[in-house]
């Protein structure tokens, strides 16, 4: 795996270990872990469930553990995300951890490969073959989802830092329009705390949202000339940002896990871009 890829979260791989569940003798998994030499790291107790626990503990702590495989060397994570892949098949009883897994897998960048096969008169088969980018790599977002944290943390945003948490757990759960609710509701909590930071007086005798937003610009943190921002029905990019991010919201039924992946993707790609200059106004005051 390229070094250049995202790690992949505990969260993955849990629910990956979650997917083994499927296999059905402790010998068989007892198999796995001494090809993949993790004998030694996972004790196994004599029961599937109790075996796979141990291997849960190990590989969410562990998710980068190199293992050697019959491709070479990977990361243990991945490899789990393989195994569960090459015997688990995607059916009733299985799609709501593989949808899970496949909402863990998005939060890094990646995505699971599906073959469709339709059927007129049942349900469509799937089958899960693999592992994709679902961004290309310069447009991955979690080392920036990460220096985001970083940064709301350091400058004491609780209120941006508490949306933006929300926004990712509801996306987990699958709940698209709440997140979509959330994540509007992050950048909007986010300008407003910049204005409140930077020009405290002046931002005390304004409403949040649009006219918090006005006043940096009027103090030149947005630019009106590069298109940053624009006054009336003038087209800029947080404006229309913000118009995009409005109308949906927790309303079920009208959101996509794409269209709730994309908002959250520009949003937190745009915040990292605004908090990196608050980071150097505030550096340079």
């Keep these: 795996m390229s070094s250049r890829l995202p790690n992949i979260g505990r969260g993955a791989v ?22 993949l030499g993790l004998d030694d790291y996972v004790p196994s107790q004599g029961s599937i469930a109790k075996t796979l626990l141990n291997l849960k503990r190990f590989s969410s702590r562990n998710a980068d553990f190199e293992v050697e495989t019959d491709f070479g060397t990977k990361a243990l994570g991945w490899v789990l995300i ?15 951890k593989w949808d899970k897994l496949e909402r863990y897998l998005n939060i890094s960048g990646f995505a699971l490969t599906k073959e469709i096969e339709t059927c007129a008169w049942a349900d469509d088969k799937v089958k899960i073959s693999g592992i994709c980018i679902g961004a290309p790599v310069y447009a991955a977002i979690p080392e920036t989802f990460s220096e985001v944290d970083i940064l709301l943390s350091r400058f004491g945003m609780s209120i941006p830092e508490t949306h933006l948490t929300n926004a990712k757990e509801t996306y987990l759960q699958g709940n698209w329009e709440a997140a979509n609710g959330q ?11 910049i204005a409140d930071k930077l020009f405290p007086s002046e931002a005390s005798s304004r409403k949040g949202g649009l006219h918090k937003r006005q006043l940096l610009a009027d103090k030149g943190f947005l630019s009106r000339e590069k298109h940053e921002f624009s006054d009336g029905n003038g087209h800029a990019f947080v404006p229309g940002l913000a118009k995009l991010l409005h109308p949906d919201g927790a309303h079920p039924g009208v959101t996509t896990k794409d269209d709730a992946l994309f908002r959250m993707q520009i949003v937190v790609s745009t915040a990292h871009w605004l908090l990196k200059r608050f980071e150097e106004a505030i550096r340079t005051r």
């Design 82 to 96: 393989e195994v569960a892949i090459k015997k688990i098949d995607y059916h009733h009883g299985t799609a709501a």
């Design 183 to 193: 994540i509007r509701t992050f950048f909007e909590a986010l300008t407003d705390t």
């Design 14 to 35: 849990v629910t990956a270990c979650d997917l083994l569940e499927g296999i059905r003798t402790n010998a068989e998994i007892e198999t796995i872990l001494l090809e």
